[in-house]
């Protein structure tokens, strides 16, 4: 083939087929005769397990440099996730302080309308529901004030202790039939 070494890599093929002549100094010449040489087998029996002790050292320390890279990648993690828990921890602790101190104050509500002996009811009432007994309430007492059976409802669990409570304070319900 033509540009292949050949004639024992002294020449290159030409179109034709024949073997040219390179330079006594080529690439090809120069390598086969440095491998030749008796200085090269000679240094290679006589230093070939030294050499492929140092290969195999080089290997050792690459092996040991990229771990010790990737244990000091992996502490620097650590480190950055613990300072993320510690400011989560702070601010977790903050939120429980808050809300410790709201539960307090709540508790001291709940204690002084225990002893004043008033209805205390956590029921949330809609103002349509408000008004709605309203209307009910003021059908079965119309002698009654508005005022007075507002504060009661807004007070009471249900509309059946209003009108416990009114029967109680006086208050005269209508008869139905």
Known sequence: MP?????N??????????CRKTGKRGAGDRLRRFLAADVVKHGLSRYGLYIALCIIALIILAIVLKTVMKKKQTSRSSAYNMAKVTLLWREANKHYTELSQRLDVLQAQFKA?????????????TESEISRSLARLKAL???????????MVEQAHTEESVVEQLLEKGHHMKKIM
């Not at 890599?9 to 024949?18: A, N």
């Not at 309308?113 to 009432?125: C, G, K, L, P, Q």
């Open 141 to 151: 007492f119309p002698d009654a004030q508005n005022q007075v059976i507002q504060t």
């Open 9 to 18: 890599y002294r020449g290159v093929c030409d179109d034709l087929g024949r």
């Open 3 to 7: 540009g292949q070494a050949c004639n």
């Open 113 to 125: 309308h225990v002893e004043d002996n008033t209805i205390f009811s956590y029921r949330m009432a």
